[in-house]
């Protein structure tokens, strides 16, 4: 587990990402990135102010730079966070295939929402009614959660402890 590689959190709005990663990090002694905070450091601005300025491909394409730009210094390994749309472009899928350790924390939809309910910076969720997008956005993006990720762990039954023991069991 020493030399493990970095472990990449991958998984919808609400899986816990953050969290888990958070704790891993404290557990493994690691430094902990998460991508949207990079994307907020780089911008100076909020996620929030940059769909608005910029719409969601402006945003994507400063998720894009933030993955590749974490990818590929060379940083000893880290606990690395990414927003739930990171999947949704193909060179993004393609840096993550080729990242020896991906955990895809899944969750079901009632759970995302449970745990987005006080959430006042995802965007996405502001549009419309946000169970409905939270099922669309699970849709297209749960096979590509699989498609990039080595490891799955099931969030909804359990405790953020008992989330990041299983990623540990994995390493
Ligand atoms: C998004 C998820 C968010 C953030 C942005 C877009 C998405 O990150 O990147 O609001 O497209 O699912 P979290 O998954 O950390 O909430």
């Known amino acids: 587990m020493i030399n493990a590689p970095t472990i990449i959190l991958v998984g919808p709005m609400g899986a816990g990402k953050t969290t888990i990663g958070r704790l891993l990090s404290q557990h493994l002694g690691r430094e902990f990135f998460d991508s949207d905070r990079v994307i907020e450091d780089n911008a100076g601005a909020d996620i929030p102010w940059i769909f608005e300025k ?39 899928r393609e840096l993550l295939k080729h990242q020896a350790l991906v955990v895809y924390l899944s969750a079901s939809v009632n759970q995302q929402l449970q745990r987005t309910s006080k959430s006042n910076n995802r965007p996405l969720l502001k549009q419309g009614n946000p169970k409905d997008t939270l099922k669309r956005l699970f849709a297209i993006r749960d096979p590509l959660y699989r498609e990039v990720a080595s490891v799955v762990v099931e969030t909804d039954a359990r405790h953020p402890k008992a989330v990041a023991n299983k990623v540990l069991d994995a390493i």
């Open 54 to 92: 910029e719409g969601e491909e402006g945003f994507r394409r400063r998720e894009t730079h933030a993955l590749q730009s974490m990818l590929e210094q060379d940083l000893p390994p880290v606990v690395l966070a990414t927003g739930g749309g990171i999947v949704m472009k193909e060179e993004n």
